[in-house]
């Protein structure tokens, strides 16, 4: 394109030369002559003007081709990455699914077990009231022994004492092994062997005695 416009730019100086150089001889036929070249040339340096605006044209669209073409390739590998990050995450999570669903299974596990060792703890406190109801029974019937070998004086004396403090309402029993019996409880009557008489069982639970199981 830059030798197209060297050639016209030569052709117009030589047709303005020649057409000057007739003009100023008054020879028209000269003149004319030389018109054609010009016309040419000029049609050269239009055609060239043309040519340079076309290839700038051109040259910008290939910039914007290439800019379009690097940002679309910067967004392929932007997008490449945010793919292999997602696929990163998804495992994670997969991952983690499959620890929930492990932790649920275990803790499954552990309240089936609990259950069973509840289950483990009520039969022996079961076993532990009948123990302690027999050996409370033992006690008492060990303790009417000694009492009907006392004399009868000091059987009269206890009986004293004892319809005194039912008098004044202190009629529950606290027994030598820490079990308190209220009236009409099981152990109630069989219960000879009382360690301390109180008035309420909030008085015997502040005493450290416990109610019985049965």
Known sequence: MNTLIVISMIFVLLGLSGYLFSHSRLNRTTTKKY????TFALFLSILSGC???????LDEEVEKN??????????ENS??????EYDELESQFDELTEEVEQLNNENESI???????YAEIDELENSNDELQQQL???QDISASSNSSASTSTGGSSEGSSDSTQ?????DIKGS?????????????????????WFCSEEEAQDAGYRAPKR
């Open 66 to 75: 290439e800019e379009l073409t690097s940002k679309i390739t910067e967004l």
């Open 176 to 196: 030598v092994n820490g079990i308190y019996h209220t009236p009409g409880s099981t152990y109630y009557n069989q219960t000879k062997n009382v360690a301390q």
């Open 136 to 138: 409370d029974k033992k």
């Open 111 to 117: 309240k089936s077990e609990n259950e069973k060792l």
């Open 51 to 57: 040519g340079m605006d076309t290839t700038a044209e």
């Open 166 to 170: 039912s008098t004044r309402g202190c």
């Open 79 to 84: 997008n490449s990455s945010l793919q292999e």
């Open 35 to 38: 018109l054609p070249i010009l």
